[in-house]
């Protein structure tokens, strides 16, 4: 036994991750939940880029105390109902809470605590073609870091433009 696991050798993987440009046409929104506890004091972020990378909008907002699935659940229902409004017709969406890909895709149930805010998300999803992608959170660390800014301020952060965005966040982009 000590022989073989001595010369045992594990075969390594590796995934590129990095953030990618959407299709013409499309307009792709990332979002990301912050949570300094579970439960504590929570936020949610999201942006949202063309087909060439232009940054179209910012929001970001503190919640007040909850989950970090509530609060990843948050971003991406503010995210659609953004889009939704602004006309948007197809929209990918990136995020980095496997949990919500899975149960929004209909792979997973709904916990009881998400029941309503899943079934709006669908609704709003049934208006738009969405795609929704599992990315890794290195990929993610703008939306992320968007959402911890606004953990402790009273007002909703917003922008749509990057060089009106504080320099920590352009230094992300």
């Known amino acids: 036994m000590v022989a073989l696991l001595q010369s045992y050798k594990p075969t390594l993987y590796y995934h590129v991750v990095n953030w990618k440009l959407t ?41 007040g105390v909850t989950t970090n699935i509530d609060a990843e659940s948050m971003a991406i229902w503010k995210a659609l109902q953004y889009c939704l409004s602004q006309g ?18 209909r792979n997973w149930k709904t916990p009881w605590e998400l029941v309503e805010r899943v079934e709006d998300i669908q609704e709003i999803m049934s208006h738009m073609d969405v795609t929704i992608k599992h990315i890794f959170r290195k990929v993610n660390q703008l939306a992320d870091y968007i959402a911890n800014v606004a953990i402790n301020k009273v007002e909703k952060q917003q922008s749509q433009n990057f060089n009106k965005l504080p320099i920590t966040l352009l230094m992300l982009r």
């Open 23 to 63: 299709e013409m046409g499309w307009i792709k929104c990332n979002t990301g939940g912050a949570s300094k506890g579970n439960p504590r004091q929570s936020s949610y972020g999201f942006y949202i880029r063309n087909h060439t990378g232009e940054l179209l909008y910012v929001e970001a907002q503190s919640i």
């Open 88 to 105: 948007f017709e197809q929209v990918s969406l990136e995020t980095n809470s496997l949990t919500l890909k899975n149960i929004l895709v």
